[in-house]
């Protein structure tokens, strides 16, 4: 029978306020809290908190976190996790190494519902968002299997996160938390396709993170082709919202473009890319395509560099993103919503 609280979705205050729900002081919600993201893995190990209210609290709350249905480690030490969630949902989660720590990219919904040609994500829908505590719960469950701190996160697995704004924020907060996680919020990098109306909310809340927008092509019609989503929120929308949100943040944004073969990188896609976007102050992250969909094939290296060059060479920054786990499907575009009897 599932618990009527889980206490990874719940924020300190929210955990003081349950236990005087539950009968005890609000502080004994600090002595919870700090336990939840010290290693503790049941309430035996809380142990500055009294049998009686750890009974109360393993009769009504859950601890638990994601069952990892399936573990594959890449030629280059990346891991992906398959992870079975209560109601046997399966998501997945890529945690990469680099010199300056490590990093998980994190699942926000079951599929996803953006319907993007060229990501696997997206093939079968959304089932369902995911809470706070089940994003948690795919890095506490990484931490703990790997016994190594991951100290950034990237929102670029499966799922749109601005899609499930309420929960993302939710669980940068209690991440964020200096009894918590104590990941800063630099340290979180969140990836959108371009929900206008949502980068204008975040946009009010001023938050120190980094924005990645799936930008792919300079065209609409372009766009429209590889992301449905542009017919709703076209470009200039786009452009429009992100001045708003520069302007309101005064951070740097990451313009993600996926180079597709003969589609989409030409020297007029990159010109057109600096001109549509002047004025914004931005980072062109290029990605060499990943074979995740029919029709779409990787640019060959001779245009990816005539591309990057080109944008250099007119004083944008861009980089080439380091290519991690395409060995086992980890790679940009390729993470899937697997079918639930995994």
Known sequence: MAKQFDLYSMTEQELCDLSRHLGEKPFRGKQLFSWLYSGAESFHDMTNISKEFRKVLEENCSMALPEIARKQVSVDGTVKYAFRLSDGEVIESVVMSYH?????????QAGCNMGCRFCASAIGG??????????????????????????NVVFMGMGEPLDNLEQVLKF?????????????????????????????LLAEKKLPINLAVSVHSPFDDERSEMM??????????????????????????????????????????????????????????????????????????????????????????????????????????????EIKEM
Do not use: W
Not at 126 to 149: H, N, P
């Open 100 to 108: 300056h720590g490590n990093t998980i990219c994190l699942s926000t």
């Open 228 to 337: 449905p989503v542009n017919k709703k929120y076209p470009l200039l929308k786009l452009v429009s919202a992100l001045r708003v949100y520069q302007a309101a943040t005064g951070r740097r944004i990451t313009l993600e473009y996926a180079l597709n073969k003969g589609k989409n990188d030409s020297l007029d896609h990159a010109k057109e890319l600096m001109r549509l976007f002047g004025g914004l102050m931005y980072h062109v992250n290029v990605i060499p395509i990943n074979n995740a969909r029919e029709g779409y094939h990787k640019s060959g290296k001779d245009a990816v560099k005539r591309f990057v060059d080109y944008l250099t060479g007119q004083g944008v920054s861009a980089t080439v993103r380091r290519e991690l786990g395409a060995d086992i499907s980890a790679a940009c575009g390729q993470l899937k919503h």
């Open 172 to 200: 940068m907060d209690i991440a964020s938390h200096d009894k918590g996680l104590n990941i800063g919020y630099r340290h979180f990098t969140l990836s959108t396709c371009g929900l206008c109306d949502k980068i204008v």
């Open 126 to 151: 959304k089932s369902r968002d995911l809470t706070a505590g089940e994003i948690m719960g795919q890095l506490l469950a990484a931490e703990r299997d790997l016994s190594k701190r991951i100290g």
